[in-house]
């Protein structure tokens, strides 16, 4: 089972703007920890500072015994930090293959010359690098799009492909920005589905970054909730549900949490 990720009094500013302040969370290995809040919450620079994209002002960034903190995105992602971005980022000549195989480059143990010499170890190491990349993607339901160019599959396949080609760098932790952005319900479902699939059958934490709140309440096993950078609730679904921090953050006071009939409103589109 993967390692715990930990996050100890981050702090991130640009300007005079605070993104994050004094952000504390801790993702426990084999679970899927949802972060939410309004929009510009800090969520986006949460995930950039754990994948070294930024560089806290200040705080610490642990993965099991690893301080993450000053480590370069490559170093992290070697450690086994493996992420999903929310604009999709593929090379849409190329074929879902070619896309998931460049996942594989950190995991290559031969070096440039035998590769291109195609000499015998290489040839076994590139077979079994695509063995593995062709299981993935039947994991993920692209099994039988693997020969098609990234360009032609519908917007919910690429959105696969994406969470594919972080699954080919076989991570311990996975960070999903919106898999679920974009889609049509009954596509979102089985995106949901599928974040499940990757915590219970490949032992993989995840943390998550979603807007749709059924979706978060259905599969989170943990949910932290930021406002302008700082952490507001932190608990299960259950919890976060209960918290008037939360509903304030979200609907404002508590005079506008109510519908025309009086009936209390909450994000989760449902009455408590």
Not at 130 to 158: C, H, N, Q, S, T
Not at 180 to 200: S, T, Y
Request: glycine share 10%; proline share 6%; aromatic share 4%.
């Amino acid at each position: 089972m993967s390692a715990s990720l930990r996050l100890a009094g981050i702090s991130l500013s640009f300007g005079g703007i605070k993104a994050l302040d004094e952000l504390s969370l801790t993702v426990e290995p084999g679970t899927v920890h949802v972060v939410i809040g309004p929009n510009g919450a800090g969520k986006s620079s949460c995930f950039n500072v754990i994948s070294g994209h930024y560089r806290p002002d200040a705080g610490s960034v642990l993965f099991g015994d690893t301080d993450l903190t000053r480590l370069p995105a490559h170093e992290i992602a070697r450690c086994g930090v493996g992420r999903a971005f929310q604009n999709i980022a593929l090379s849409g000549h190329e074929t879902v293959l070619d896309n998931l195989m460049v996942a594989r480059h950190r995991l290559t143990r031969s070096g440039f010359i035998a590769t291109s010499l195609g000499l015998p170890r290489a040839r076994c190491e590139e077979r079994a690098h695509r063995e593995r990349v062709v299981e993935i993607a039947g994991f993920v339901g692209l099994g039988d799009k693997l020969g098609m160019p990234a360009e032609v599959l519908a917007y919910g396949d690429r959105k696969r492909v994406e969470l594919a080609r972080a699954l080919c760098s076989e991570p311990e932790i996975l960070l999903l920005d919106e898999p679920a952005a974009g889609m049509p319900p009954h596509e979102k479902w089985d995106i949901a589905r599928l974040v499940l699939d990757v915590r219970d059958a490949l032992g993989i934490s995840v943390l998550l970054v979603e807007h749709d709140m059924p979706l978060v309440m259905a599969i989170a096993d943990r949910i932290t909730v930021l406002d302008f950078g700082r952490r507001i609730a932190d608990g299960t679904p259950a919890q976060i549900r209960r918290s008037d921090a939360v509903v304030t953050a979200y609907l404002g006071s508590s005079r506008a949490n109510r519908s025309a009939s009086g009936t209390p409103r909450t994000p989760w589109g449902t009455t408590p």
